[in-house]
């Protein structure tokens, strides 16, 4: 997969982690983070999210290093944060966790 197909994919994550999950961010800050995101953007933005980090977990689940690589690059390009595949399942499991509780 190339860069342009990865831009495209994974626009909405590039999204959320350059406003919500940048290097001004705290990690303790990341939850209130997450959940501002699910109170101010519309449902189709949430679910757009949702939609990718399922797409991101399949590149976790087969092991594709060489794709991570490319949304990790993509990631760092604005918000200087790294993601790597061993922290990606934590990353989708906190923004998911959160997401989905409307609590």
Not at 28 to 43: L, N, Q, S, T, V
Request: aromatic content about 10%; cysteine-free; charged content about 35%.
């Amino acid at each position: 997969m190339n860069m342009i197909d990865i831009e495209r994919q994974f626009k909405t994550l590039k999204y959320f982690v350059d406003g919500y999950y940048n290097q001004s961010v705290d990690d303790h800050e990341f939850d209130d983070k997450i959940r501002e995101f699910r109170d101010e953007e519309p449902e189709s933005l949430i679910n757009a999210l949702r939609a990718e980090l399922a797409e991101l977990q399949k590149l976790i689940d087969n092991g594709d290093r060489e794709t991570f690589k490319k949304v990790e690059s993509l990631l760092h390009d604005n918000s200087l944060r790294y993601i790597e595949l061993e922290d990606g399942q934590a990353f989708i499991n906190r923004v998911l966790r959160v997401l989905n509780n409307k609590s």
